[in-house]
């Protein structure tokens, strides 16, 4: 059975701290890993990872793919507390006719000032 | 360029009843996709339409069903409605072009459903 298995559930941190948000999983015929920032309703992409060690990079947030473990990590540094959001990692799988796309349950992060 | 929008953002039903639930893509995109989110579940995909046709499905019971029309404004549709139901819908839309290559969803605001 298909799943992407987020951890933790939530996480609550101070200003200026670091996270590390983890997302594992076991998906047939993968092609890529998916994060997601969900603050209110919609959720907005962050990035799509496809090859092991290649970090992704935008501003304070980074991520990086395992293939061989099965796991991505998203980074974000010097947290604000508008990074307060659920997390979402999804994993697209290549395949026709049925359910490509599994999400996590998310991290929801909680940063206080 | 407009975002995806759905309606209505809100919706209370009862047990029994059926409802149908509209998301209008961003302009060009082909590609709809519904979501049901749940507290407990998380994102669950419940289909895919390209080009007015259902191109990939999720694990849901048949009362929920969808269509796409052809400027891809796409609606879903839940009748018999359970307790269950409740959640938050939420569609994406992407360009999606014929390679099927993954590009990258865009979501709307959901719709978001109480069952009493």
């Known amino acids: 059975e298909d799943k992407v298995v987020q951890s933790p559930l939530s996480l609550v941190v101070h200003e200026g701290d670091t996270v590390t948000l983890n997302c594992s999983y076991e998906?047939?015929?993968?092609?890529?890993l998916l994060w997601y920032k969900q603050e209110k309703k919609a959720p907005t992409f962050l990035f799509m990872l496809?090859?092991?060690?290649i970090e992704k990079k935008s501003g304070r947030l980074s991520s990086i793919l395992d293939k061989k473990e099965l796991f991505s990590i998203l980074n974000i540094t010097a947290t604000q507390t508008g990074d307060s959001a659920i997390y979402l990692c999804?994993?697209?799988?290549?395949?026709?006719?049925?359910?490509?796309?599994?999400f996590g349950t998310g991290t929801r992060l909680t940063v206080i000032p | 360029k407009a975002g995806v929008t759905q309606t209505p953002r809100y919706l209370i039903k009862t047990r029994g009843q059926q409802v149908t639930l509209s998301c209008s893509p961003i302009?060009?995109?082909?590609?709809v996709s519904w979501y049901q989110q749940t507290p407990g579940q998380g994102l669950q995909f419940l289909f895919e339409?390209?080009?007015?046709?259902?191109?990939n499905k999720g694990n849901f019971p048949g009362r929920f069903s969808g269509r796409q029309f052809s400027n891809s404004r796409s609606e879903m549709n839940v009748s018999t409605l359970e307790l269950g139901d409740s959640a938050l819908y939420l569609c994406?839309?992407?360009?999606?072009?014929?390679?099927?290559?993954?590009?990258?969803?865009?979501f709307g605001p959901g719709t978001r459903l109480t069952v009493l």
């Open positions: 994406a839309s992407s360009y999606r072009g014929l390679s099927s290559s993954y590009n990258e969803q865009f």
């Open positions: 998906v047939t015929n993968f092609r890529s």
């Open positions: 496809t090859s092991s060690g």
């Open positions: 999804a994993v697209e799988a290549l395949r026709t006719g049925a359910n490509n796309l599994f």
């Open positions: 302009s060009g995109h082909r590609s």
């Open positions: 339409y390209f080009s007015e046709t259902q191109r």
